[in-house]
């Protein structure tokens, strides 16, 4: 009838899952998600949602790498200055994966938490995306985490100032 207004939980849950901020609350609503009854264009939403949440848990792996990279000693809270010598064998182990593998995985982190740490946090927030991360070097203006993630564009208004351009001779 004209002025009734139809109540869908299903896709009122879907559009909801743009407004969650990454982290436990949208990783608690995802896990509700049924693909089953969802629309193609609800599974998009649920694709992006799913890729937020996806840089927010890249972003908490790489603090957590950038701390092994300074925890000297596996009883020790004590953080040390410089990265251990060992650290990317830790994590090497810790990941199975190969020297090298760990070795990029570490010096990546490292970078992002400790020279970057606007990028990471963003990157953990849900913001931007891992690929993303090593290209910028300056953010001065990142959206909260409200903002929309599909439309990087207008809705972000990320200003990259500084490119990395990593030359190798």
């Known amino acids: 009838m004209p002025g009734e207004t139809r109540c869908d939980p299903i896709a ?7 407004h969650i901020p990454a982290g436990p609350g949208l990783a608690a609503a995802l896990a509700s998600v049924d693909l089953k ?11 992006k949602a799913r890729y937020r949440q996806a840089s927010h ?8 790498i950038a701390e092994v990279m300074h925890r000297g000693e596996a ?8 990265p251990g010598e060992f650290a990317a064998d830790e994590v090497r182990a810790a990941l199975v994966l190969t020297r ?8 990546f982190a490292e970078d992002l938490v400790r020279r970057l740490p606007a990028v990471q946090q963003a ?12 290209g910028v070097q300056r953010v001065d203006q990142l959206p909260g985490p ?7 564009g207008r809705a972000c208004q990320m200003i990259c100032v500084t490119i990395s351009c990593r030359v190798t001779s």
């Open 123 to 134: 990157l953990a927030a849900g913001v931007i995306d891992q690929p993303r991360g090593p």
């Open 57 to 64: 848990e890249r972003g908490q792996l790489f603090a957590v």
């Open 75 to 82: 009883d020790s809270p004590a953080f040390a200055q410089w």
């Open 37 to 47: 009854g969802l629309t193609g264009s609800q599974c998009v939403d649920v694709v």
């Open 12 to 18: 009122d849950a879907v559009a909801g899952l743009a």
């Open 100 to 107: 090298r593998a760990a070795e990029n995985l570490c010096v």
């Open 146 to 152: 409200g903002a929309c993630f599909g439309d990087r």
